[in-house]
C-alpha cells in the first residue's frame, strides 16, 4: 500500500474513532440533560451547560493559543459559530423537552437524524459526492430511526414529542452545519463562540424576565 493510500486510511479511523466518541460523549449528555429536564425546566439545565462548556472551552483555548485564529473574512468562525450556537440552542431546547415528557424511545432516534442535514448541505451545496457506502449509511440511519422508535409509535403517541423530536433534529442539523463550516478555520474557537452565544442567549431571558425557564434570581 502505498504512502498516500496508508495515509488516507488512517485519516478515516482517526475520523471514525472521534465520531464514535463524539456520539458516546453527546448521547450521555443528552440522556443526563433529558432526566434533568423532568426535575428543572428545559431552558435553566440549558443555560448551566452551556456555561460550564464555555468555561471548559476557554480553557483549551488558553492552552492551546486558539484565540489567535481569525474571526471573520476567508475561514473566519464568529458567524459560523453565532449561527450554530442560535440553531444548537434551539435544537437542545427541543430534545430536552422531548426527553422529559418520557418519550426518549422516539425522541432521542428522531433527533438523531440531525446528521442528514449536513450530509445534505455537502450534496447539494458543496456539490459533494456521497460514496456507494455512505449513501447506505444514509439509508440505513433513516430506516434505524424508524425501526427504533416504532415500538412506541405503534401504541400510539402525543404529537407533541414527535414535534419537539423533529424541532432538536432540524436545531441540530443546522448547528452542525455552522460548525462544520467554522472549524474549518479553528474548532475549538467555534465552540467557543457557540457556547458564548447561547449564554448571551440565557443572559437575556435573566435580565428581561428575571428568570431562566422558572429559577428566579
Not at 50 to 77: C, P
Not at 139 to 161: M, N, R, V, Y
Not at 172 to 190: C, D, E, K, R
Request: glycine share 16%.
Amino acid at each position: 500500500m502505498g504512502g498516500g493510500a496508508q495515509s488516507c486510511v488512517t485519516l478515516l479511523a482517526m475520523a471514525t474513532l472521534l465520531a464514535l466518541f463524539s456520539s458516546l460523549l453527546w448521547g450521555t449528555a443528552d440522556y443526563h440533560g433529558g432526566n434533568l429536564s423532568k426535575k428543572y425546566p428545559a431552558i435553566a439545565i440549558l443555560g448551566v451547560t452551556q456555561a460550564i462548556g464555555l468555561v471548559f472551552g476557554i480553557f483549551l483555548v488558553l492552552v492551546t493559543g486558539e484565540y489567535s485564529a481569525n474571526a471573520f473574512g476567508e475561514n473566519g468562525y464568529f458567524i459560523p459559530g453565532a449561527f450554530g450556537g442560535v440553531f444548537g440552542y434551539l435544537g437542545l431546547i427541543c430534545l430536552y423537552a422531548g426527553l422529559s415528557t418520557g418519550r426518549m424511545g422516539v425522541v432521542a432516534p428522531i433527533s438523531a437524524l440531525s446528521a442528514l442535514i449536513p450530509v445534505g448541505y455537502a450534496f447539494f451545496i458543496k456539490g459533494d459526492r456521497l460514496s456507494l457506502i455512505l449513501s447506505i449509511g444514509a439509508a440505513l440511519a433513516i430506516l434505524g430511526a424508524f425501526l427504533a422508535s416504532g415500538p412506541e409509535l405503534s401504541q400510539g403517541l402525543p404529537i407533541k414529542p414527535l414535534i419537539l423530536a423533529l424541532g432538536a433534529a432540524a436545531g441540530f442539523g443546522v448547528a452542525l452545519v455552522g460548525m462544520a463550516i467554522g472549524s474549518q478555520g479553528s474548532v475549538l474557537m467555534t465552540m467557543v463562540m457557540m457556547r458564548t452565544t447561547t449564554l448571551f442567549i440565557s443572559l437575556g431571558i435573566l435580565l428581561k424576565y428575571r428568570t431562566i425557564g422558572g429559577l428566579n434570581f
